[in-house]
């Protein structure tokens, strides 16, 4: 079954892994050496309009459908998976004030989300998967609330401009608002030195008796849970399209060392021994796009698809990860040296079985959802 | 500021089959692509729009998938574009082609400026831009590197001839053909995409202009070309010479007079 895509999709396709060979994919190896991007790169995105492509046409975006998203992330993963999580971070964050926000907030945020990157910080060293371990506080003042507390290992923190920040309004009450790095009692923190995405700046923020105004609440005061669980189903779909970018990279890279390098006077392509690695590298990436496939179709349609999210990442992360450290062995010495890009291709598939919540979470979640099908 | 580019659709890649009786380039159901030097006279001419204003309007020849071509040049930033397609067409020759596109600018009519890419990377023949300029009568400059704007009446052009660069100014209107080194074309922005298919694109046939049959199509090209063919792979083996400068000296002249070059 192969997509059909509308011909504005396929420009879009097009363009995309055009602009992904040769912008993003020379400099990805000097982005794991220097953790960084180049300097006028994220410039340059936001200039080709890399920010618009799902933010509806009534905010002066180009309106594109979670489904052709998602297989753009994966073109472009193939060339920089740390690009891929940039623009993943931004995406999910707009979706969570398209889906959650006020038309007030909409009309007022929306249309600088074209050239102003967004980001979602929900993790604080308290708590990450376990969402009710957060210590960050929103407390009622008149006409609006006071938000006071620390955010760590952000997607795009640091780079990012507008932020939507999970908080606890109440003991047990989770509520989320968007703030801005220009409101006073704001400021960034560090970035994390990590070691796979290396890209990609994943950094932390305080707010310090940061005033927002009522109408910069997302949904209502204790829906904070479901926004963030729609939040990481919508980066999951994305992320499931990262990985099998990543996977589709390795592939590309092992096959063709496995056509160039001999041993005993043959291809190393033609062993068998070779053959099964690359095979399985190739199957790993087709499972994994398949399913980060059917939750975008899901998610187009209107159809749950929180299952199917939390399935691309949980099977593709891991995925991910054996696919790179075969393709790595079909490299043998050279896979293992940092003048190549195996290794860091592997570290930046090991992100993924963590971001976005841990393969560990994904697999109860899956589990859950199987057994109330069967509750008497 | 009216302007056209002529672009064409060349074969988006090295697969390419050829009618076994004409010898000509088989392009229906060929994947195809934007002739990479088109893209910079679409850039030119939407950098001089910037400037001075006016449109930039595409024309192309060439089967329906063309259409796709133009929508990538209106995703650019051109504001409308025709196609030229019609079974009557088949076969023009370079000498053909500027014809029907030179009737093709007269019925578009108001023409400032008309922008080639400096040839087609198909068969870099870099001959339609001056064919056209000699059927319309107009002054022309090929390889420009830089395209200036001097008043409503004229622009500068750089030349790049190699060795040497020349500056003329042209009368308008006027026929240039655009260099690579001209600019840095942009990419195609999302928002754009979705735009270029509500741009006007007209097609028109043989019908819709007033052509003389017997200078259209195979009647009207006297290229003949008697012979396609797909030149052999060849491949090359390389020998490293030894570190040392002397050494690799004398390794280097022992090569050259085994190869009976010295």
Redesign the interface.
């Known amino acids: 079954m192969e997509r059909q895509w509308t ?2 999709e ?3 396709l ?2 995309a892994a ?2 992904t060979d040769a912008e993003l994919a020379p400099y990805d190896l000097e982005m794991a050496h220097t953790n960084r991007y180049p300097d006028g790169l994220v410039e340059k995105l936001i200039q ?3 920010l ?2 799902m933010l509806p ?1 009534e905010y ?5 459908g979670p489904e052709v998203t998602a297989a753009m992330i994966e073109r472009i993963a193939k060339g920089s998976a740390s690009v891929a999580a940039t623009l993943e971070g931004h995406y999910k964050s707009v979706d969570a004030i398209l889906k959650y926000g006020t038309d007030a907030l909409k009309k007022a945020l929306l249309p600088q989300a074209t050239h102003r990157i967004f980001a979602f910080g929900m993790t604080e060293s308290t708590g990450g998967s376990n969402p009710m371990g957060i210590q960050s506080t929103a407390k009622r003042v008149a006409g609006g609330w006071l938000l006071n507390g620390n955010k760590v290992m952000i997607t795009n923190g640091t780079l990012a401009e507008v932020y939507c920040v999970l908080v606890k309004t109440g003991e047990q009450e989770l509520s989320v608002f968007v703030v801005d790095n220009s409101m006073p009692g704001f400021s960034f923190g560090k970035r994390e030195d990590f070691i796979g995405l290396r890209g990609t700046p994943i950094g932390e923020i305080f707010l310090s008796d940061v005033r927002v105004d009522d109408d910069h609440l997302l949904g209502r005061v204790g829906q904070g849970g479901a926004i963030g669980d729609h939040a990481h189903d919508d980066a999951r779909i994305l992320m499931g399209a990262v990985l099998s970018g990543i996977m589709q990279h390795a592939l590309s890279l092992a096959a063709k060392y496995a056509n160039e390098r001999t041993a005993l006077g043959t291809p190393i392509g033609q062993m068998q021994a070779i053959q099964r690695k690359l095979a399985d590298i190739k199957i790993n990436q087709e499972t994994t796009q398949l399913l980060w496939e059917r939750a975008a179709y899901a998610k187009a349609q209107g159809q749950p698809y929180s299952e199917l999210a939390a399935m691309a990442k949980a099977h593709g992360s891991r995925a991910a990860v054996a696919a790179c450290d075969d393709a790595l062995q079909v490299y043998a010495g050279y896979g293992y040296s940092n003048d190549y890009p195996l290794a860091h291709l592997m570290l930046d598939a090991r992100a993924l079985e963590i971001a976005e919540g841990t393969v560990e979470k994904m697999r109860t979640a899956i589990a859950q959802a199987e057994l109330k099908k069967e509750e008497a | 500021m009216k302007i056209v580019v002529c672009i064409k659709q060349v074969p988006g890649s090295n697969r390419v089959s050829f009618d076994p009786i004409t010898h000509n380039l088989v392009r229906e159901g060929m994947a195809g692509r934007m002739n990479p030097f088109d893209e910079n006279a679409i850039e030119a001419a939407v950098r001089l729009r910037e400037q001075v204003g006016g449109e930039v309007v595409l024309l192309s020849m060439g089967p329906d998938a063309t259409k796709e071509t133009l929508h990538d040049g209106m995703a650019m930033g051109a504001d409308s574009a025709y196609l030229l397609s019609s079974r009557a067409f088949a076969g023009s020759d370079t000498l053909a082609t500027g014809y029907i596109l030179a009737q093709a600018i007269r019925k578009i009519g108001a023409i400032d400026l008309i922008l080639f890419g400096r040839q087609a990377v198909d068969a870099d023949t870099g001959q339609v831009g001056p064919i056209v300029a000699t059927e319309l009568d107009l002054p022309q400059a090929t390889f420009a590197e830089k395209i200036q704007p001097l008043d409503a009446q004229h622009v500068v052009v750089n030349r790049d001839l190699g060795a040497v660069t020349q500056t003329v100014q042209l009368t308008l209107p006027a026929v240039i053909t655009v260099r690579a080194e001209a600019n840095q074309p942009r990419y195609e922005s999302p928002v754009a995409i979705q735009q270029s298919l509500t741009k006007p694109l007209t097609t028109w046939t043989d019908q819709d202009l007033t052509l003389d049959a017997s200078r259209i199509g195979q009647a009207g090209s006297p290229t003949i070309v008697r012979k396609v063919y797909a030149p052999e792979p060849t491949t090359r083996a390389a020998k490293p010479l030894p570190q040392d400068p002397k050494e690799a000296a004398k390794a280097l002249l022992d090569i050259l007079q085994a190869q009976g070059l010295l």
Do not use: D, W
């Not at chain 1, 002066?60 to 594109?64: C, E, L, Q």
């Open positions: 011909e504005p396929q420009m879009l097009r363009m055009k602009y080709t309009g890399f618009t492509v046409t002066g975006g180009a309106g594109f």
